[in-house]
């Protein structure tokens, strides 16, 4: 299996897709004054020869840095001539920084196992406080929280510009104070994890119905059986609105950004065949391993893992025709693909089980089987997820802690050490 540091190859596979037409503006450089340079640089001096003996490893950056300070000008005061050549010498002047963030990101890592919670359950403070109770005796130590919902609600006290523009934020996250939840799940031991819904979204699209998935009829936004609409994968402003909410979310102590709905709507919720798609260029599947490829650094440099939900029967073929998910493609840009894998979503007979969600361990041993030699060598991890839910098809067979264990022992059979539970809490001991 693939590791999170084992990128070489994978990295010369990154990036691939051209950048969006339509791009905010790149934040302003700050220069600053010769005056305070010298103070950053006498300061880390002194701080460096008290660490010399721990880090003899920077004695050459120490040493550098003594002389820039000794050839400078004595003055402390910023002159005119200054500011005409300050942007001539600042990159004589710059500095490295010491942390590698995505490495640092890397060393941190620990295999999750999580609950998934809705925006809706982590507002309810007594529920969420059960929940975390049930972590401190399991061996879950995650939980992905919802926080750009289905609905396209932004559901935590967000400052990202297009989601306050477009007043898409309900704070109701933990009663509307996210940083107090963030607090509470970092003092018990919890990483947590931000679930983004991406392209289904009723908000979003009602503000902004020009970035919407068109109806060819009514040219109103497309919408499923169940009313729900998708913005357009194929509009670049639905890829910075996207990114600007994960990227907040990040800031605010999230772990992970693990994106859902990364795809074009799917045959069985809706008539595919009235959908326009204004802007169109290339496949379904180009365009959505270009809005990968535009988030991945925008959230990598912030310190986070890029997750992404998958259908499950992308681990068969590799790609999941109609939707625009491509296994390859959109692994280039991914730390971690979680197909959804649950029992009672594969058919009666499904590699030979006669009812799937009867047989757990067989469903996701046959599901997950390419796993392995999918991820192998490319720089990404597996991380499924299971069934934790009452099985949905005829015999509504209620998924106890045993069964859910069932799918847990056949994904680690594989090599797989990690797993999200699904709309269930099951005490799974610790046994």
Known sequence: MGSLGEMTEHDDRRREYPA???SPRPPATVYRT???RRREAFLATTLSLVALVVLAGLGGLVWYVIGTVDGGDESTEATPADSEVSAAVVVDYQIEPLVDLVALRDAAYVPVKAFHVTSDKANDKASMGRIMDLIDRTEINSLVIEVKDEYGRVAFDSDAPMAVESDTVKPIIWGGDLDALINTLTERGITPIARVVCF????FTQKRPDLALLDENTRRPWEDYKGNRYLNPYKHETWEYIVQVAEDAAKRGFREIQFDYVRFPDGASGDLSTISYPGQYGTKEEAIAG???YAKPRLEALGVWVSADVFGWIMEDGVVSGIGQDFDMMSRNLDLVCPMVYPDHYPLGYG?????????YKTISRALRNA???VDGIGVKCRPYL???TDIQAQHIKYTAELVKEEIRAAADLGIDEYVLWA??????SE
């Open 20 to 22: 969006p037409s339509w």
């Open 34 to 36: 010769r005056a305070r």
């Open 200 to 203: 289904k979204d009723n908000r």
């Open 291 to 293: 809005f990968l490829a």
């Open 352 to 360: 030979g089980i006669a009812y799937p969600p009867a047989q757990p």
């Open 372 to 374: 392995p030699e999918m």
């Open 387 to 389: 069934q934790a839910h």
């Open 424 to 429: 269930g809490y099951p005490d799974l001991g």
